[in-house]
Nanobody
C-alpha cells in the first residue's frame, strides 16, 4: 500500500553532512515503523537505522551510531536521515522502507515496501 520516495542524495566530501528525506504516500503513515538501509553494488543491503511509529525510539547500526540521526514528521508523512561526519565507506544507494512489525527489526526481511533509492557518494 505505501509508496516511499527518497530524495536528497548527492556528492559530498569526507567530513561533510547530508540530509535525506523519504516521503511516504499513504493515508496511514503513523502505522508504520520506518527504516533506512543502504547498498553497494553486488553486496547485500544493510541496516542503517529505524524509527518507531511515534518517533520516540530509534535503533542504529554501530557503524553510523553517533553520526546519523533519524527523525519523522507524521504531519508531513516524511522520515529523515541526517548524516554528519560522512566517510567514504558511507558511499551507497540509500533506501527507506516501511514495516508493520511489532517492534523495530534490523533485518531487511521485516520491511515490505521500499523506495527506489538515492545515491550518496562521499569523496576523500
Amino acid at each position: 500500500q505505501p509508496q516511499p520516495a527518497e530524495s536528497g542524495g548527492g556528492l559530498v566530501q569526507a567530513g561533510g553532512s547530508l540530509r535525506l528525506s523519504c516521503a511516504v504516500s499513504t493515508r496511514t503513515f503513523d502505522s508504520y515503523i520506518l527504516g533506512w538501509f543502504r547498498q553497494v553494488p553486488e553486496q547485500e543491503r544493510e541496516f542503517v537505522g529505524a524509527i518507531s511509529r511515534g518517533g520516540l525510539n530509534t535503533n542504529y547500526a554501530d557503524s553510523v551510531k553517533g553520526r546519523f540521526t533519524i527523525s519523522r514528521d507524521n504531519a508531513k508523512k516524511t522520515v529523515y536521515l541526517q548524516m554528519n561526519g560522512l566517510k567514504p565507506e558511507d558511499t551507497a544507494v540509500y533506501y527507506c522502507a516501511t514495516s508493520l512489525g511489532a517492534e523495530i527489526y534490523t533485518t531487511r526481511f521485516a520491511y515490505n515496501y521500499w523506495g527506489l533509492g538515492t545515491q550518496v557518494t562521499v569523496s576523500s
